[in-house]
């Protein structure tokens, strides 16, 4: 159940108040420019799928995108530098990426 804000007694407690030390009269405001020119918007276009940036994942080249990960696995985590278990996982879940991105088009 929610509460309403203005319900009475939803503060706890009291809340000091500072002081007014200066005030300063405003001598004019700016005036807003009219926007009655705008007949209507447009939607602004979205993003178009590019698929000339990367390496797009075939089916002929996973083998070597495993295989490169095997190395920079090697690379990235010597032996005693993190637990096994990290290293197995973080190892897993990039194959696992590369897996779900294989594309069919060649």
Do not use: C
């Not at 503060?11 to 030390?21: A, N």
């Not at 797009?56 to 495993?66: G, Q």
């Not at 690379?75 to 530098?81: I, M, R």
């Amino acid at each position: 159940m929610t509460r309403k804000i203005t319900e009475a007694g939803s503060v706890r407690g009291s809340v000091r108040t500072e002081s007014i030390t200066s005030s300063v009269a405003v001598d004019k405001a700016d005036k807003a420019e009219s926007v009655g020119h705008i007949i209507r918007t447009q939607r602004a276009s979205g993003a178009s799928r590019v698929a000339s940036v990367g390496t797009r994942i075939t089916e002929s080249n996973r083998e070597d995108l495993i295989h490169l990960v095997d190395e920079e696995v090697e690379k990235l985590f010597p032996a005693k530098s993190t637990t096994s278990k990290r290293r197995q996982s973080i190892e897993s879940a990039v194959k696992m990426a590369i897996n779900a991105s294989v594309s069919t088009e060649e």
